[in-house]
């Protein structure tokens, strides 16, 4: 009984951590669909959506996002989320050409303009 018991317990926890990887990966996507990835330069993407951006601080030396490696993906999850990124503009593809798999872009979001003290 003792080894029935580990597996039905095994097989939940696995149940478990896969339910919570599939959930994380849906994340992933959903986010990855609201970032348009652009090639062209921000003049072009400000021409293209008829308003302004401007570029988000990764507040790192690089300002740009790399979807090649997890760090930089994390990264793009994140500014997404709490900074309103909504494109990476002078988007590089990777050399598999592939646009969501990985690549190279700044950051932006729409500019927002800031009120006087008035």
Known sequence: MGLFSRNATLSAEQARVKREVDERTQKERELLERVALFP???AEYVTF???DVEVVDT???DKGVSLSDWEGRELLFYLIE???VEALVNFDPDKRGSYHSGGYGLPVRRKTIKKNGT
């Open 49 to 51: 959506r008829r308003y």
């Open 40 to 42: 062209g330069s921000i």
């Open 82 to 84: 709490n900074r309103d």
């Open 59 to 61: 507040e790192r030396i």
